[in-house]
C-alpha cells in the first residue's frame, strides 16, 4: 500500500485495522484484470463466479507448475560418487596417514584443501603423532638406541611462531629433521640453530 499511496500520490490515510480490507479489495482488482492461463478468462471481469469464489461457495483454480525439461541434466550415476568419504573414520586416517608418509609435510596443506572431512581428521593432535612416530621409525632402528637417547631424539614435535616473520613453523630441534617423507632424513641435530626462528635467514634479520 505505500508504493501504491507513492505511485498515485494518494496520502497515507490507511491503518493496521484496514489492511484486510485493502487485501480484499486487491484481489478483487487483480481479478477483474487479469487471468488464469489455461482456465478461460474467468476473472478478465467481474463475474458471478468472482464473488461466489469470495463467498466461498466456489472451489478456487489451483495452477499446477510445470514439470522441468530434464533432458539436458547431466546426472552423475552412483559409481562416480566420492566413494571414499562413506569409509569409516578410522580406515580414512590410515589412508590419509600412507598419503603423508610418501608426501611429506607438504601433504597437510593439499589434503587440508580437498573438504573439511580430510581437513578434521589431519588436524587432529593424535594423527600428526601417529604419522610423525612412523615417519621416525621408517628413518632409524631405535631398538639400537639407549632409552636416553630415545628420551632425547624420540619425541614429538611441536608448532611455533617465528620472532620475525610470524609464521608458524615446524620445531623439531634438538632431534631428527625432516620433511616427514617416510625415509628421507635431512639431519640430526643436538641443538636448536635457529631458536625462535623458522630459519637462518630470519635470525640474521634483526
Given at each position: ?9 494518494a ?31 474467468r ?14 461457495s ?116 634438538p ?17 636448536d ?14
Amino acid at each position: 500500500m505505500y508504493a501504491l499511496s507513492i505511485s498515485t500520490g494518494a496520502p497515507f490515510l490507511f491503518t493496521e485495522r484496514d489492511m484486510v480490507h485493502i487485501r480484499k479489495w486487491w484481489c478483487i482488482s487483480l481479478m477483474e484484470r487479469f487471468q488464469i492461463e489455461g482456465h478461460g478468462k474467468r476473472f478478465a471481469h467481474w463475474t458471478s463466479e468472482a464473488t461466489a469464489l469470495l463467498k466461498g461457495s466456489l472451489e478456487p483454480i489451483y495452477r499446477i507448475p510445470k514439470s522441468r525439461n530434464r533432458k539436458h541434466e547431466v546426472v552423475f550415476p552412483k559409481d562416480d560418487r566420492c566413494f571414499i568419504l562413506e569409509l569409516s573414520a578410522c580406515l580414512l586416517s590410515e589412508i590419509l596417514g600412507e598419503v603423508v608418509l610418501l608426501e611429506g609435510d607438504q601433504a597437510y596443506m593439499t589434503l587440508g584443501l580437498v573438504c573439511t572431512t580430510f581437513r578434521d581428521i589431519m588436524s587432529t593432535v593424535g594423527f600428526r603423532r601417529r604419522v610423525h612416530f612412523q615417519w621416525l621409525d621408517s628413518v632409524a632402528n631405535w631398538g639400537r638406541f639407549s632409552l636416553s637417547y630415545k628420551e632425547e631424539f624420540y619425541t614429538m614435535y611441536s608448532i611455533e611462531t617465528c620472532c620475525e616473520c610470524r609464521t608458524l613453523y615446524k620445531k623439531n630441534t634438538p632431534g631428527y629433521v625432516g620433511k616427514g617423507k617416510r625415509g628421507v632424513l635431512q639431519g640430526i641435530h643436538s641443538e636448536d640453530p635457529n631458536p625462535g626462528y623458522c630459519s637462518h635467514f630470519c635470525s640474521q634479520m634483526q
